[in-house]
């Protein structure tokens, strides 16, 4: 009787092992920054439109011109490129860590 649990135990630990395997070559659950250069259409409701593609920004998402200086959201223009780095969840919008705008701003004033 021991034996049989025995032998069950290790089987279904080799099906276990088996299935991570599989999982592990796959990239399921994969969480690494990616970097797109895309031409930004919107910004509306929390995500960007850029192309097909729709990204999800965070509190923590940093905007950056090519320098490396922080410009605040509104300036980003519109269609403008860009580059995005983000991370890719599985069944969720890709998060955007930061934007980093690849031309030249405008310093305007907004008129109030």
Not at 39 to 68: C, F, P, Q
Not at 82 to 101: C, G, N, T, Y
């Amino acid at each position: 009787m021991f034996f049989l649990v025995k032998n069950k135990t290790l089987i279904t630990l080799m099906m276990l092992m088996a299935i991570c395997s599989l999982f592990a070559g796959t990239g399921y659950g994969k969480t690494e920054k990616e970097k797109n250069l895309v031409t930004i259409n919107k910004i509306k409701n929390g995500y960007v439109n850029a192309g097909k593609n729709r990204y999800l920004i965070m509190e923590s998402t940093k905007v950056t011109d090519i320098t490396g200086k922080k410009i605040p959201f509104y300036m980003i223009p519109i269609p403008g490129k860009a580059e995005l780095v983000f991370q890719s969840l599985p069944d969720i919008a890709p998060h955007l860590l930061e934007i980093i705008v690849q031309q030249e701003i405008r310093k305007e004033v907004i008129p109030e």
